[in-house]
């Protein structure tokens, strides 16, 4: 059995699980194989399992149906939009899944939003360069957080928001005035939530109907030293229109986790973009959740050979 590991970036994968117990061959690919079809195939197509990490490298039918000799693949996390699970259900394709814990994001969430209230991109550079204090922070207490999303991420987030003495409000298409109180905030309409936000932060699953469900309009209705917080997924925010709302002083900053294409070209404008704090989608990145990761995904092989396979990911 011949078993890829993919977009190992840190080149850590080796050391969080006991693969060498599958008795099979092992490669951990540390570079992310791009974004064309032909290199990805051509790298795979020996192999019998492959591991996603996450959302890392899609797995949609068309490259399935190149892969002949491919029979497992496990992805980390409970879920993975990047899968076409009934393309790999036609193929004879086991699709399995591990566990996942979702304390991390919302760290990182409050990471960021401390990171652009107190704007530490700058003044970690200021210090490490010499100077001193240039920048006024602003506090949190009183201002107003506003949750795009009240699932589990986004309530971790509230309730945080509401240790600080923040007034926390949240929108969804399907959240109830129940479900918001029962987090301890209030609901409030689409709109009120993007006009009186302080700082918005982006709390839902990528699909038909969030893609772009941050655009032009949503913007504007923010005002220019609102702080936009996204650790969910890129695509969720139309990134022409937020560049754009950056670049004519419509927002006051965005802090980002997340973008459309992941790595992030090194030519991107977000990266020039000084009202833009930005971290390589790290929300789930901790030794924690990579232990849980791996051993899970070196469980699901072991079972897979066994034919008794576990946590099998099911079509929707």
């Known amino acids: 059995m011949r078993i890829a590991v993919l977009d190992d970036y840190q080149g850590v994968a080796a050391g969080f699980a006991d693969w060498a117990s599958l008795d099979a061959e092992v490669a951990f690919f540390s570079e992310h194989l791009g974004h064309d079809d032909d290199a990805v195939v051509a790298a795979l197509e020996d192999f019998d399992v492959v591991v996603a990490m996450r ?109 600080f003495g923040m007034d926390v409000v949240a929108w969804s298409q399907n959240l109830t005035d129940e479900h918001a109180a029962e987090v301890g905030v209030r609901r409030v309409e689409k709109d009120e939530l993007f006009r009186t936000a302080d700082i918005l932060t982006i709390h839902l699953v990528l699909s ?74 790290i929300g789930y990145v901790t030794q924690e959740q990579y232990e849980i990761f791996y051993k899970d995904a070196v469980e699901d092989i072991a079972a897979f050979a066994a034919g008794s396979p576990i946590r099998i990911m099911e079509l929707a």
Request: aromatic share 2%; net charge positive.
């Open 208 to 281: 038909k109907r969030s893609r772009g469900l941050v655009g032009r309009d949503e913007l504007a209705l923010m005002r220019p030293d609102s702080i936009l917080v996204n650790t969910s997924r890129g695509p969720i925010v139309d990134e022409t229109a937020l560049l754009d709302a950056l670049a004519h002083d419509r927002l006051g900053l965005a802090a980002l986790d997340v973008f459309d294409v992941e790595p992030l070209p090194a030519d991107h404008p977000l990266r020039r973009e000084p009202r833009a704090i930005l971290t390589p989608h």
């Open 55 to 163: 959302e890392r490298t899609p797995l949609r039918a068309e490259r399935l149906e190149r892969l002949p000799k491919l029979r497992l693949i496990v992805s980390t996390g409970r879920r993975n939009a990047s899968i076409d699970l009934k393309a790999a259900a036609a193929r004879g394709i086991t699709v399995c899944c591990t566990g996942y814990v979702p304390a991390p994001a919302a760290e990182l969430t409050w990471a960021l939003i401390h990171a652009a209230t107190r704007r530490l991109d700058v003044e970690l550079g200021a210090i490490r360069s010499g100077g001193w204090q240039t920048t006024v922070g602003r506090g949190l207490e009183g201002r107003r957080l506003s949750v795009l999303g009240l699932g589990n991420l986004g309530s971790r987030v509230a309730r945080v928001g509401l240790a």
